[in-house]
């Protein structure tokens, strides 16, 4: 048996998605997007660096693991 939550909890999703989500979206979106700026996903970028061969550092320069002895 499957359990009541388990049931009711998609079947809400559901209905908000299809039916609710296309009325307020409009009516909610201009204030979400006054408070919600887009400074933390431009800053993100920022942390890491890409080297030539594909490697992100964050912290210093790539260990190379050929030269890592391998008993």
């Given at each position: ?10 079947v ?24 919600w ?5 431009q ?13 992100i ?5 790539p ?9």
């Amino acid at each position: 048996m499957v359990c009541i939550p388990c049931i009711v909890i998609p079947v809400l999703l559901w209905v908000y998605k299809r039916f609710l989500e296309p009325i307020l979206y409009p009516i909610v979106s201009p204030f979400i997007n006054k408070f919600w700026t887009k400074k933390a996903v431009q800053e993100t970028g920022a942390s890491g660096q890409v080297e030539s061969n594909g490697e992100i550092t964050a912290n210093g320069p790539p260990q190379n693991s050929a030269s890592k002895k391998i008993d």
